[in-house]
């Protein structure tokens, strides 16, 4: 059984990542979802435009849909620091999301970025 760190590195292997600044040029292409917990977004903010859908919802709540989210949609995703949304990211493309990246250093590395 791989360990939580053997599974991080594979999934950050897979996801590609976004710098802050490739994102602030570019924001309006992407569908950005911050996958921290509600708990987490209360205690700080979220990027401007972002959906809230924790990790552990996304299978629940994206899919790729003709009617909805195309399979090839720009996606963003981030959490905190970065580790969940690498792992968020292989579980979207696990389901079928074809382009999806990871914001390198998370949601503290866009406030640091954006001051």
Known sequence: MPTLKELI???????????????SENIAEFYIIDVREGSEIRESEM?????????????????PDPGGLAADTPILVYCG????ASLAGKTLKDI???NVQNLEGGFRGWKEFSG
Do not use: D, H, W, Y
């Not at 590195?9 to 994102?23: D, S």
């Not at 972002?50 to 899919?63: C, D, M, W, Y």
């Not at 620091?81 to 969940?84: K, M, N, Q, Y």
């Open 9 to 23: 590195n594979e999934a950050q292997v897979l996801v590609p990542t976004i710098t802050c600044k490739e994102l």
């Open 81 to 84: 620091g970065g580790s969940r």
């Open 96 to 98: 079928g999301f074809t």
């Open 47 to 63: 990027i401007q435009g972002a959906t809230n859908i924790p990790r552990g919802l996304l299978e629940l709540k994206v899919q």
